[in-house]
Structures are given as structure tokens and as C-alpha cells.
């Protein structure tokens, strides 16, 4: 593409412009070459500034930058107020404006977006609305999962997996929109046909992210004001704020008080290898039995935003009826097909808040025994070793501790100290350091009616050791085990 095609909508400045064709977008120094432009974003802990001599060497000649740079006179740079802001415009170029010819439904909220998204895109595709997600477990179309680096991928990427999703048939696209995505410029330019609220709490606040509440509440905000219709819990206090702020019309959910869509009846569901919840929907279209297939209360919360998106997309609540069952989130209480009289669950619990929901969830439930099996990471979040410890020491018939990213930490170190905090809340404790053979044990050694909960890796494949990315997957070694006896 032409620079200066590519440029369209951006302000800046260059003496001397020469237009020249660009065959690629690049904001990685190591991805540097011939031909593509490389845009110096600014970050919390780097400077793309400081990388575009790199970026020179390795074949860059047109450079997008916030302030003058020192290169050869053979580079071409080009200043602008906002690399960021402007790399969302850059992206929408170079891809021919994906997110014009899709319906884009974002999600926000502190909890709840990875599974609103999943359900979503279970319902919709049933339902024939072919559609691709984009969140924490990374983008799901075309029948795979293809690993993103953040929650909401920078902008460019956000472009480039929309044409991807369009060329492979997708009409619709549920996403994760962090508040950090919205800050970062991620989702730049997208009018979103509909956005979710699920809930607020504070997050993400300190450091490089959020300087405090207020901060991290405002930039939630800001979804809805580039949407055509907003969902909003009515279950939390701020989607009053919310609905004072944006002009989209607006559907509510709830489960405790009146709402556009509401639940009754709600009650827990254990079924051989389905953990979830029954419900009934209840609307201005009447009364409709519903099941999820993620355990605990938050799920027919959750359920009833995709419930409301789903109608304002046209979905029959008979679809909507039969997909929700099947909604299955990688790693998030997963409850595993499989021929046992026992179940097992993995999810990606991995500090003490997440362990206690989920300890909590998987709980409530009739149970004979409840196995953990975790670790904690290495090389830093010592507290978490505490908090996870105590957890299931006091909630746990059994903790076996074991490796979870322990990075350049002794893992065996890392268990010892875990296995002192089950110990001191009373837990029985078994430590098996190599991950893969605790999961077997576990497996081992669960009988009818047990409850096998493998937490922190989630739908990970990876175990970070000493710098490095060890393949390893909960999913893969269950499967293998099952499949080997």
C-alpha cells in the first residue's frame, strides 16, 4: 500500500515526504525489514524510540514516530502527536477497514468478559451467525484458537484478525475490551453494534495501568459511547452511571430485581461430566427454561447478557436455549467430557481471590471428596502462595502442590512453602513436583464422586522455566492419561 493511502486520517509532520509503498506495519524492532514501516510506540516499561536504529538495521527506512529521531538520511520519518492513535488508523488502512463490513459486540467489566464472550459465540454460531472471538484465551474462528499476547490485541492486530475472521466466513465478532485496550487506543475507530457491562470492582490500578478507580472507571465508560446499544447489569450499581452516559438504547439484566431480562427458579446443576446452573428467563416475551453450563451463581449472570445480546441480534430463544449448555470456556471451571464417575474441572484460578470463587462454586455442589491440585509462579506473588495455600488447605479433602511457572525459582522450594500455609489450615497435602505426574495421581486416586480441580494453568499450553516456554497442557495431560489406561 501506498504511504500516503496508508497515512489517510492521520495528522502529521515530514519535510520532504517521499510516498513509497509499504508492505507491512510493524511495531516490534525484531520484526524490522524491508519495506514495512516501523511505528515507535511508547509504553509503561519500554520506548519504541529507542529501538529505531534497530529497526533501521533490519531493513526499516520509514519510520511513524512522537518526536524527531536521529537516522540516516535515507529514513523517512514521520512525526505524529500519538503513534498509538495513530497506529489504529494505520491498521484500519492496511486491512481495508475490516471492522466496517462485521457487527463487533465489545464486553467490559472486571469479571465475567472471557465468559460472556464464550457464550456468545457458542449462541451465535449455533444459531448461524458465523462469528469469531477475541479475548483472554486468545481468537477462536475457523475451528481454532490462535494465541493473542494481550487481553484486547493492539490495534493493528485487532484489524488484521477481523479480515482474517471475514475471510473465513464470519459475520459477527464478540471481543474483550479491557479498560487498558480502551486507554491504549486497542479499539480505535470500531462502532461497536452492542456492549456489554458486567460488573466493577477495583483492578488493574497501580503501576503501569490505572493511577486509581476513578481512572479505571472512566476508561470503562468510554465503550459506550461508540456503541449502538448498550447491555448493562442492573445487578451493579454502576451501570446507573453508565446509562446516564451513553445515548444507545439500553437492555438491562439482573438476577435479584426487575430488568429487561431477569432470572427465577435459579438452581445449582450437577449432571454426569456437566457442572452448571437451570434457570428460567424471564422477559417481556415471557418465560423461558434455560441451562449453563459454567457452575455458580455469576454464570446465570452472565447468561443473561448473552440472553439480551442475542435477542438484540435476532437469535431465537429456542437457539439460545440450546446453545448456552454447550458454552465451554477453556479454562475457565471447565467441567471435562469424560467417562468417569468422578469429575474434573480446570480452571485458571491462580491467586486468592479467583481460588476462593472458585473453591467457592465447586463447593456448593454435592461432592464426595475435592482435590486440588496447583502451584504457585515463581520469582515473585509470594502472598499468593499464602492466600492459595490457606484456601484450599481449609476448603480441600486434598491439596497435592505442584510446579506452575516457577520461572527461575526452585519449583520444589515453591511447593515446600505452599504445602506450610495447607498445613498450617488443617489440609491433608501431597507434593509431586513435576506437574504432568500430579495430574496423573490425582486421576489416580479419585473415586465416585469426587470433584478433580486443576487450577492455574487454565487453557495455558506453557510452563515458564528459567526463560523459558516449556510446552505443557491440564487438557492434554488428562486426555493422554484417559486415553493411555
Known sequence: ?????????????????????????VYNSKLAGEGKLFVALTGAFSDG???????????????????????????????????RAALAVLGANFYGHPEKELQIIGVTGTKGKTSVCGMLGACLNRAGVTCGTIGTVGAVYGGRIHPTVNTTPESIECMRLFREMLNAGCKAVVMEVSSLGLKS??????????????????????????KDFEEYAYWKKQLFLRCDAAVLNKDDAFSETISGLTDAPVTTFSVYEPADYTAEDVRKLREKNFFGAAFT???????FPMK??????????????????????????????????????????????????????????????SFQAV????????????????????????????????????????????ADDPGYEDPAAICEEIAGFVKKAGGAYKIIVDRAEAVRYALSIAEKGDI??????????AQKVKGEKVPYSDYETVYDYFKNL
Open 185 to 210: 487506543h486497542r479499539v480505535d475507530g470500531i462502532r461497536f453494534a452492542a456492549a456489554v457491562f458486567t460488573n466493577l470492582s477495583p483492578d488493574h490500578i497501580g503501576g503501569a495501568e490505572h
Open 281 to 287: 428467563c424471564v422477559s417481556g416475551e415471557g418465560r
Open 49 to 83: 524510540h529507542d529501538y529505531v536504529s534497530h529497526a533501521y538495521l533490519g531493513g526499516c527506512r520509514v519510520f511513524l514516530t512522537e518526536r524527531p529521531v536521529a537516522l540516516s538520511a535515507d529514513a523517512t520519518v514521520i512525526v505524529t502527536r500519538d503513534t
Open 1 to 25: 500500500m501506498l504511504l500516503s493511502k496508508l497515512l489517510s486520517g492521520v495528522e502529521y509532520t515530514c519535510p520532504g515526504f517521499t510516498d513509497t509503498e509499504i508492505t507491512e506495519v
Open 292 to 353: 449453563t453450563g459454567v457452575p455458580g451463581l455469576f454464570s446465570v449472570s452472565n447468561a443473561l447478557a448473552c440472553i439480551a445480546v442475542c435477542r438484540l441480534m435476532g437469535v431465537s430463544m429456542e437457539d439460545i436455549a440450546a446453545a448456552l449448555p454447550t458454552a465451554k470456556i477453556p479454562g475457565r471451571n471447565d467441567c471435562l467430557q469424560l467417562d468417569t464417575d468422578f469429575d474434573v474441572v480446570i480452571d485458571y484460578a491462580h491467586n486468592g481471590e
Open 452 to 461: 478433580v480441580l486443576l487450577l492455574g494453568k487454565g487453557h495455558e499450553t
Open 359 to 402: 473453591l467457592d462454586t465447586i463447593c456448593a455442589y454435592d461432592h464426595n471428596r475435592v482435590i486440588t491440585v496447583f502451584g504457585s509462579v515463581g520469582d515473585r506473588a509470594q502472598l499468593r502462595r499464602e492466600e492459595m495455600g490457606l484456601l484450599s488447605g481449609a476448603r480441600a479433602d486434598l491439596s497435592i502442590i505442584t
